[in-house]
Each structure stands twice: as C-alpha cells, then as structure tokens.
C-alpha cells in the first residue's frame, strides 16, 4: 500500500511532565481514556530471552491483534509503540506521545502517529475515523 496515514495532534496540560507521566506511560489506560475500546495484551517469554507481546482490541465491531515491537522510552520526556498487525486494515501502527515542559509546571503533550493502511479501506479508516477521533479526544483532555 502507499504511505502512512501521518496524524498529529497537541494539547497543554496545566501539570508537571512528573504528574502527566504516569497516565501517559500507560497506553492501554490512555487509549480507554480517549474513549477506544480496551487493549489486552499478553506477555509470553521467549525461550532464547525476552518476551513476546502480543494484543487485541475490537475496533468497529472486528477483532485486532497484532505483535508489538519493544517499547521505547524516556521517563517523563516520550514513549513509543509499534504494532505488527497479523490481518485487517492496518499494517502497522507506530505512536509516540512526547511530553514537554518550558516551566517545569505545565506539559506540551503531543502525539505523533503512522499508521500504515494495507488497503484503500485502512487508509479511509486511519484518515477520517482514527485520526479525527483521536485529535478531538486528545484536546478534550487538556
């Protein structure tokens, strides 16, 4: 399929990176919080080392899952996510949730996402359903 879906939406928050980050590290509880459906995952470890994680949600009635790629991370600055989806519309997904601050009392939260369609259907999807969601949700917060 051709390129990404690029969605990017900011909001600020009247706390410190210190008190947004907790909420924010947690995706599965900020997903819920931006009113998508709950992700469950499963931790399995890996007999050469590591672990696999594997999640699922339902989305507009049809069941997700998906491999995710190790999380990355710096405590109270960004967190970023890959999922590997096994079928439906997506291939991939990859967002980052970055956190700034210029006073050390509010935070600049924004979040970058790719989502990379495997058909037309996913790009209509990520483009006029997720990204629209996800940037009005993402404001109400603030």
């Known amino acids: 399929m ?3 879906v690029k969605i990017e939406a900011s ?8 008190e947004v980050w907790p909420l924010a590290s947690q995706i599965g509880m900020l997903m819920c919080a931006l009113g998508f459906p709950p992700l469950f995952r499963s931790v399995r470890p890996l007999p050469e080392g590591g672990v696999e994680v594997r999640g699922q949600t339902r989305f507009l009635g049809r069941r997700l899952r998906w491999s ?8 109270e600055e960004f967190i970023r996510n890959r999922a590997l989806f096994d079928q439906g519309p997506w291939e991939s997904v990859e967002a980052t949730l970055e956190l700034r601050s210029r006073d050390g009392l509010s935070t600049h939260l924004r979040l970058l996402a790719e989502v990379r369609p495997r058909d037309g ?5 990520a483009a006029h359903v ?10 109400q917060i603030g």
Do not use: N, Y
């Not at 909001?11 to 210190?18: D, F």
């Not at 995710?68 to 405590?75: D, R, Y």
């Not at 259907?121 to 999807?125: A, D, E």
């Open 130 to 139: 997720v990204a629209p969601r996800l940037i009005k949700d993402l404001k």
């Open 68 to 75: 995710q790629a190790p999380t990355e991370w710096l405590e």
């Open 121 to 125: 259907w996913g790009r209509w999807l």
């Open 2 to 4: 051709s390129s990404a």
């Open 11 to 18: 909001v600020e928050l009247p706390h410190a990176p210190s």
